[in-house]
């Protein structure tokens, strides 16, 4: 029997409507690049989304057209974000950070009609057009007096065609399985494969996104997000703050400015930001030798890689603000799993705490996890059993788009994610590495992320990361690489000393090697595939 509950379809609309008539004077604070400060409501966020509709169609864009964004955290790639989706179109958010080829290729893949861009990417676009022959023009966002000098053909204003356009009097309405939005993964190996989302997939993800034991967003919030709106919707911020009534907060190009993120934090009065552990790295760094702290922060969402336990304590101790340690991808929407305690971890202290609070936390509901073996076979949520993490769900990428080849990650319905995790019988997921970093000694493995856990507490250490390198009697041993400003024979000493009784012996790195930066990929992670590469030639002592 079918029940008789009405079918309205999960659109994006549906978010931005309810956050006109429930929120409407919520404020929208963005730093631009010819703003310090914009400011405006959620009202006349949602007014100029449905000029962008209108002056989509008056472009004369395809009903489904991909219309891409190479543009920073601000007010206008939030317009983008709805009227682009709610029109039916698609919005393929670019991540600047990417080669040049790399962009080429997914311009010319997703087939780009138009291209909307912060000025600052207008050299960068005028290097490529001519080998992107689909696409129709180019939108630079900024007003009049701002426009660049470029040769970029086809090249209007932003905000001059939007105050020609009349804003559409309402979205259309179709299938909630209609894609809103398209995110390439910068993959190691192969081309960027692109993430397809629908509305559906957003909407329930923003749900999950709002519940208590996730991000746990309300009306009474200020959210900043400092991941890019370029990757994976900015984990589903910008959707989720105006679902709920939360202020917004961009900081546009100056993502990466310590000093600005904290002014922000603390004049705007943010409550949550969210961000990878390398945006949040140099934030620490400048409180400490400023002295300045960051209230009314509470919480902060980090995830991307392995937020270390030393920058989860130092949140918790010096600003009293807790760290909500995630994990996701691309292919997630992103978000997969978030660390909030429950009954059995509520009162952890100690070394308990601290096993605990580097975990990535528990499915969201509606994401469904298992860890299986070599031959696919699930293996026991047991706390101890390492296995490949897979994942089915709601907002789980079925299928990439236009693959040039058929998916390897999909099995039966499961999505295998890359990732070596260990479970516990509460649900609680820890990842040990990617697939492709395993270290593999003797046959057993080593997780570099508990190793990179130990290093990163001594306070010498700005950052670091395990490698695993071939090794003649074990196959492959670690190396720990380090970024400090006191790199010496001491110093390696100290940390190869600080892994005794916290790790298996047999775990201990064999060497310490010191760096002055290390590689990281487009989305802040370090990319140990680099860092493998460069310490190609590198030999053990003891081999
Ligand atoms: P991306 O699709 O570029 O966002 O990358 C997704 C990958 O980042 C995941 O498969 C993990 O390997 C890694 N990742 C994300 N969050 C975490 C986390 N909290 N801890 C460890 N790895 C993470």
């Known amino acids: 029997m079918r029940g008789l509950m009405m079918d309205t379809p999960l659109l994006l609309q549906n978010i931005a409507e309810h956050a006109v008539c429930n929120h409407g004077g919520r404020e929208i604070v963005s730093v631009t690049a ?5 400011r405006y409501t959620f009202a006349a966020a949602m007014e100029r989304a449905r000029r962008v509709t209108a002056l989509l169609d008056s472009l004369g864009t395809t009903p489904d057209a991909r219309i891409a964004t190479l543009a920073w955290n601000d007010f206008r790639h939030l317009e983008l974000y709805f009227g682009v989706s709610c029109s039916g179109r698609v919005l393929h958010t670019i991540n ?5 080829e790399q962009l080429v290729y997914i311009v010319n893949h997703a087939e780009d009609e138009w291209v909307f861009f912060d000025v600052a990417f207008t050299g960068l676009l005028e290097s490529v057009a001519t080998q992107c022959p689909g696409v129709r023009g180019y939108v630079a966002m900024t007003d009049a007096a701002h426009m ?11 905000e001059t065609l ?19 939005s398209l995110c390439y993964t910068s993959g190691t190996t192969g081309h960027p494969k692109g993430v397809l989302y629908s509305h559906r997939s957003t909407v329930l993800h923003t749900y999950a996104m709002a519940l208590p034991d996730s991000a746990g967003l309300s009306a009474l919030d200020c959210v900043l997000p400092i ?3 370029f990757h994976v919707n900015a984990w589903g911020y910008p959707y989720a703050a105006l679902m709920v009534g939360a202020k917004l907060v961009f900081p546009g190009h100056r993502l990466s400015e310590p000093e600005l993120l904290v002014d922000l934090i603390t004049e705007e009065g943010v409550t949550i930001a969210g961000g990878v552990p390398t945006v949040w790295l140099p934030v620490l760094d400048y409180l400490r030798r400023s002295g300045r702290n960051l209230a009314p922060l509470n919480r902060t969402v980090i995830g991307g890689s392995a937020c270390p336990l030393a920058m989860i304590e130092e949140f918790r101790e010096a600003h009293d603000v807790t760290v909500l340690h995630g ?8 978000v997969g799993t978030v660390n909030r305690p429950n009954a059995n971890t509520a009162d952890l202290a100690g070394e308990a705490l601290r096993a605990h609070v580097v975990r990535q936390g528990r499915a969201l509901p509606g994401v469904e996890l298992r860890i299986v073996d070599e031959d696919g076979e699930e293996l026991p949520r047991d706390g101890s059993c390492f296995g490949a993490l897979q994942v089915r769900g ?10 040039e080849a058929p998916s390897a990650a999909h099995h039966e319905g499961w999505f295998d994610t890359g990732d070596v995790a260990i479970i516990d019988a509460d649900g609680y997921v820890k990842i040990t590495d990617r697939t492709k970093d395993v270290i593999k000694s003797g046959g057993e493995w080593i997780s570099s992320i508990d190793l990179e856990n130990v290093a990163m507490s001594h306070p010498r250490v700005r950052e670091c990361a395990v490698i695993g390198l071939p090794h003649p009697k074990w196959q492959e ?13 001491a110093l390696a000493a100290e940390l190869l000393a600080m892994f005794e009784g916290r790790v298996a012996k047999w775990w201990i790195p064999n060497d310490v090697a010191f760096v002055e930066s290390l590689p990281h990929t487009a989305t802040g992670k370090v990319s140990k595939l680099n860092l493998r590469r460069a310490f190609d030639e590198y030999r053990f002592p003891d081999a």
């Open 394 to 403: 709601p907002w789980v990428c079925a299928d990439y788009y236009h693959p």
């Open 477 to 489: 041993r670690p190396l720990l690489v380090v970024v400090s400003d006191a790199a010496d024979d």
């Open 96 to 100: 600047p950070r990417l080669f040049a």
């Open 34 to 38: 010819d703003h310090d400060r914009h």
């Open 227 to 229: 991941v890019p709106m």
């Open 162 to 180: 939007l105050a020609a356009a009349q804003p559409v009097a309402g979205w259309p309405e179709f299938d909630e399985n209609t894609a809103s």
């Open 148 to 158: 660049p000098e470029s040769s970029l053909p086809n090249l209007h204003c932003y």
């Open 327 to 334: 994990w996701g991808m691309t292919e997630m929407s992103p």
